[in-house]
């Protein structure tokens, strides 16, 4: 499944393309011919006077693209070259690993052939061929180490996410991309088909294309229990400016009732992973896990008032539990909410595609907290994106043909928002809820360095479960928790 950056709205994109139109000096890449698929077939010029065409004659064309479509390099040979990628799951570059698109059985073939075409142009006009591999998911960072520790990097672009990425660099396991010397890069000069990702501690470690973003998370609302409560629907607060933390608390108060009369609740104001709840309702305080100065983050002003917040939601049992079940059950309280006991849940996209509700349900992004002033609504660590190990021959040619792949619009670079949007069709039940999603969830993530150490977030479930049993408050257990967490920082920092 893939994953992306960046939001393009429709006035980014209208000043991406008059951009490229501009873009006319030997140092700015350029596509300088629409992608396309099969092969072009060429016109022949007529036949002229030869005493006129001298001039000409001595400068022959450059040979058309095999598949109509010129790139952003000039091609060259490359010798053969096997490109190995390396990840957790399958196809990890679309086009390059998946097949020969069918119009019988793709969703949107006209895209699916310009990436498949455009993985055949670069494969053909530089020499190279490519090969993909799978590391379990838990294993990645190990088997990076271990071979680039033997001076034998077992790929030559390694996706890794932001945890690894974390780990990557303080192992010096991946290269800075900003010390290659490619000329023309898109990475770092026009950014029409890809960009930098992980910048930090002076350089930047990582790249992807410029598809929207994905994978951001609002809360699910289900409009049945909305409905049946009378309560005011969120997308109509969130769109009037009033979806504030007293309107979302007052909503989850009067859905969590006993329905059937027995003593027993059984519908919740929200349902989900408790540590989700907690990090994205910081994040949309403008807390920290994290602070500025690298330090533990959660005695922030921002971060204790968001916790406060949700001692509240867990004291006064608003959130959906099933006795006999473990607090911390990542896997039953991720699914619990498709019982549609819970007027809300974070909800992520490929959560939600996994198969269809059986109730009513849109999206909203979480509402903003009353210290907030930069807009974010959820936090995430570094994005998921590619890099290159050390030890990597000519890691340059690596960039370079990553570009080619990422370049296959040619000079529709709006075509980027098309599969995303196309997906996001599928899943969502209005255009509404789509766009909604892609500017308003996708397009107010805030980056918390807490979620690239390994573990250091999961102090949020210590958290919960002392509001929860009633053990401890906020100030307990946020001086309480000071020690082991500042160490794990220092450790992972090299401190």
């Known amino acids: 499944m893939k994953k992306f950056k960046i939001i393009f709205t429709a006035a980014i994109l209208a000043t991406a393309m008059l951009f490229l139109a501009a873009c006319g000096d030997d140092d700015t890449p350029a596509a300088t011919a629409p992608a396309g698929g099969g092969t072009t077939e060429t016109a022949t010029a007529p036949a002229t006077d030869a005493a006129t065409t001298d001039d000409a004659a001595e400068e022959p064309a450059a040979p058309a693209s095999p598949v109509g479509h010129q790139g952003i390099h000039t091609p060259r040979d490359l010798g053969g070259r096997t490109i190995r990628v390396s990840g957790w799951f399958a196809e990890l570059i679309t086009g390059v690993f998946t097949d020969d698109p069918d119009p019988a059985t793709e969703d949107n073939y006209f895209l699916a052939r310009l990436l498949w075409d455009n993985a055949r142009r670069v494969e053909e006009q530089f020499n190279v061929n490519f090969v993909e591999f799978n ?83 609002g809360l699910g609302v289900n409009l049945n229990i909305i409905n049946a409560i009378g309560a005011p629907n969120p997308v109509e607060l969130y769109e009037s400016g009033q979806w504030t933390w007293p309107a979302f608390l007052d909503i989850m108060r009067t859905a969590t ?118 807009g974010n609504t959820w936090s995430a660590g570094w994005e998921q994106s590619w890099t290159i190990p050390v030890g990597v021959e000519n890691p340059e040619d690596i960039l370079m043909i990553v570009e080619e792949l990422f370049a296959w619009p040619g000079e529709e670079p709006e075509l980027l928002m098309e599969g995303q949007l196309g997906w ?55 001086e309480a928790n000071r020690g082991p967490q500042q160490e794990m920082l220092d450790i992972a920092l090299g401190r």
């Open 424 to 478: 996001y069709r599928t899943i969502f039940n209005t255009e509404e809820d789509v766009q909604r999603a892609i500017t308003s969830i996708n397009g107010t993530m805030g980056t918390d360095l807490g979620h690239n150490i390994s573990e250091y977030s999961w102090i949020m479930g210590t958290f919960i479960s002392a509001f929860w049993n009633g053990t401890a408050g906020v100030a307990e257990v946020v």
């Open 135 to 217: 590391i379990p998911y838990d294993d990645t960072v190990s088997v990076l180490t271990t071979s680039v520790m033997a001076g034998d990097p077992g790929a030559d672009l390694q996706l890794l996410n932001g945890h690894m990425i974390m780990a990557a660099i303080m192992g010096d396991l991946i290269m800075p991309l900003d010390t290659l010397n490619l000329p023309g890069s898109d990475t770092f000069g026009a950014q029409i088909y890809s960009q930098p990702m992980t910048t930090t501690l002076g350089h930047t470690w990582s790249f992807a294309d410029n598809s929207p973003a994905s994978h951001g998370m």
């Open 257 to 374: 009732q006993d329905t059937t009369g027995n003593q027993v609740l059984d519908q919740f104001g929200i349902a989900g992973v408790p540590g989700d709840i907690a990090i994205h309702l910081v994040a949309a305080n403008d807390g920290r896990m994290v602070d500025d100065d690298l330090n533990y983050g959660f005695d922030h002003p921002n971060t204790i008032e968001a916790l406060e917040f949700v001692e509240t939601i867990f004291v006064e049992r608003l959130w959906q539990y099933d006795e006999g079940t473990e607090l911390g059950d990542w896997g039953h309280n991720f699914n619990i909410f498709r019982e549609g006991r819970g007027a809300f849940w974070p909800a992520v996209d490929w959560q939600l595609a996994a198969e269809p509700l059986a109730f009513d349900w849109t999206i909203v992004p979480f509402p903003l907290g009353p210290a907030n002033t930069s």
